[in-house]
């Protein structure tokens, strides 16, 4: 059985940066499509960022378009996150989420996506 795990989370400055990581166990995520997903109070949970399964293309939502960049580790078992500019609307639980079947980076929707991390906490502020 696979499992994520998400790290890296915490307080962030205003203006600062975020680098979290996605952890894999038990499937290898080189053979995935991974997400980055989040979800504020109240707010439904929405991707941010994902990469394909086949050629590494990714996308990015406009909320964070400029500011995002999602990698694989050379590890082949990590997919990172990089988030600059840190702005108000960014606090949110951050999750990553992996499917082997998904091969196109624009396919970032919470429905197409099988396993899921636990999430890690982001919050902004002085």
């Known amino acids: 059985q696979g499992q994520l795990v998400e790290s890296g989370g915490g307080l962030v400055q205003p203006g600062g940066s975020l680098s979290l990581s996605c952890a894999a166990s038990g499937l290898t995520l080189d053979y995935y499509a991974v997400g980055w997903f989040r979800q504020a109070p109240g707010k439904e949970r929405d991707g941010i960022s994902c990469?394909?399964?086949?050629?590494?293309?990714?996308s990015s939502a406009a909320s964070v378009e400029g500011r995002v960049t999602i990698s694989r580790g050379n590890s082949k078992n990590t997919v990172y996150l990089q988030l600059n500019d840190l702005r108000p609307e960014d606090p949110a639980v951050y999750y990553c989420?992996?499917?082997?079947?998904?091969?196109?980076?624009?396919?970032?929707?919470?429905?197409?996506?099988?396993?899921w991390g636990q999430g890690t906490q982001v919050t902004v502020s002085t």
């Open positions: 990469i394909s399964n086949d050629d590494d293309s990714t």
């Open positions: 989420a992996a499917d082997p079947a998904i091969y196109v980076a624009t396919s970032c929707f919470v429905s197409e996506y099988h396993y």
